[in-house]
């Protein structure tokens, strides 16, 4: 079936250090792709998608593209902040009710 | 303001109960979603819902029930047969059954001893 494999955590990094997080994909179909966050105590916020290959998508400073190729869709960001702190998941939906989800990275940002 | 929101924040209960985890949306979505998380892992799939009147089980339904008679509710009851139910519990909708976007409550974090 369909999944989702992210890198481990934790990821910690000093305030305006370059961030990635990789996720890779298997899928039979066309999925799409998505970025979740998640702050402590609180439920999962979607960050950014991307429907279709080599659609790039972006929101607050974050990016990620469809990687067909690769079956990847890492997400970066140039200049971390505190605030950035939480955990990040990757998902794919193939078939709407079919949301897969990674295990989810949590990133802490140093002053 | 559009959303979903969950109630309670915190739920106790004793072993051997059931309790009943509230749900409501006011998105004018049609498909709900309930999924569970553990301590760093993903989120699995409990049950889920296209229309009203009708539900499907997702991965983990043992020991859940759902009902779905108003298209803003979809309450999840955690019973007694569910050997290890203290975990946080998410519930999502999405405008449509087909759309991946799923739009997320709060979380109730279930504590049963």
Redesign the interface.
Known sequence: GDS?TQMEGPVTLSEEAFLTINCTYTATGY??L?W?VQYP??????LL?A?KADDKGSNKGFEATYRKETTSFHLEKGSVQVSDSAVY?CAL?D???D?R????TRLTVKP | DGG?T?SPKYLFRKEGQNVTLSCEQNLNHD?M?WYRQDP????R?IY?S?IVNDF?KGDIAEGYSVSREKKESFPLTVTSAQKNPTAFY?C?S?L????????????T?LTVT
Do not use: D
């Not at chain 2, 759309?99 to 979380?107: L, S």
């Open positions: 989702v999925p799409s998505f979740y105590g609180e439920g999962l916020q979607l998608k429907t998941f939906s078939r709407g009710n949301m989800f990674g295990a989810g | 979903i969950q498909a979603y760093g892992q993903g989120l799939l889920y296209q499907q998410l999502a999405s449509t059954p087909l759309t991946g976007e799923q739009y997320f409550g709060p979380g974090r």
